[in-house]
């Protein structure tokens, strides 16, 4: 048998509770930071039907991509798909603002539901062009894109 002194048994027992402290306490706290919900433009599980801009709609025909009407700039139908199924957000927080109006709007429809997500876009205020937010119709979160992203997911040209 180990043959400690009292006092080196004391020690023992507070590194013993020190560890079942870390066990209990900072192993859930970590995986609880690794199970932070992902912020998406469609939630994971769901499967993208069609998204409706401004004058072009994004359709799902059998299992090929298309935008009708046909644009005069080229874009990949199947791309911007892609991009509405698997972008990642950023939230932000943002001060309350009436006055905002979006330049741009778009209507999601997901297989199996009846109402559509809206999104909206807005110019970020605090920056010149290169930051615009995101957020859903009836929302209160905001989520920031940037420049590229927002041409991008709502077919809008940058030079206007």
């Not at 048994?9 to 859930?28: H, Q, R, S, T």
């Not at 769901?46 to 401004?54: D, G, N, R, T, Y």
């Not at 874009?75 to 979006?102: C, F, G, I, M, N």
């Amino acid at each position: 048998m180990l043959k400690l002194s009292r006092r080196n048994w004391n020690n023992v027992l507070i590194f013993a509770v020190l560890v079942l402290m870390f066990a209990l306490y900072g192993i859930p706290q970590r995986l609880s930071q690794f199970n932070a919900p992902e912020h998406r433009l469609i939630p994971a599980d769901s499967e993208l039907l069609m998204v409706a801009f401004a004058n072009t709609r994004l359709i799902k025909a059998g299992p090929q991509w298309q935008l009708q009407p046909q644009r005069q700039k080229p874009v990949d139908a199947a791309q911007l798909a892609v991009a509405w199924q698997h972008s990642l957000l950023t939230p932000v927080e943002v001060p309350a603002d009436k006055s905002r109006v979006p330049v741009a709007q778009a209507s999601v429809q997901l297989v199996g539901q009846t109402a559509p997500l809206i999104w909206l876009l807005y110019p970020a205020a605090d920056t010149d062009g290169g930051q615009f937010l995101l957020q859903q119709a009836g929302q209160s979160q905001f989520y920031q894109l940037t420049a590229a992203q927002a041409a991008q997911l709502f077919l809008i040209d940058m030079a206007e």
